[in-house]
């Protein structure tokens, strides 16, 4: 299933700023980053689950804010790209 996470963390302190770089490292750990805090994460339910666990023991439920929008099996329909950067295909192979 396609998993589209947006975050938003406050950077005012140093703990904050930690929180923000922990929690971009598990997103892009799973995921493709397609915005500065948006990610595209192509992954099963269990990936899911330890994921989002990760994610919520990170944030501080006070000052960050995490989306979660679930975009399923059927996310190519649901998905339309537009603009200068090039589309990627998530089930595709990871060049590096």
Do not use: H
């Not at 990610?39 to 979660?68: A, G, I």
Request: proline residues 3%.
């Amino acid at each position: 299933m396609l998993v589209l996470i947006t975050y938003d963390v406050n950077t005012e302190t140093a703990e904050s700023r930690r929180r923000l770089r922990r929690i971009a490292k598990i997103c892009k750990n799973r995921g493709q980053r397609v915005q500065k805090s948006v990610f595209e994460c192509l992954v099963d339910p269990e990936q899911w689950t330890v994921m989002k666990n990760k994610l919520l023991s990170v944030m501080n439920k006070e000052q960050d804010s995490l989306r979660f929008y679930y975009l399923g099996k059927n996310w190519k329909k649901r998905v339309e790209w537009v603009g200068m950067e090039t589309s990627y295909d998530p089930e595709g192979p990871l060049v590096i």
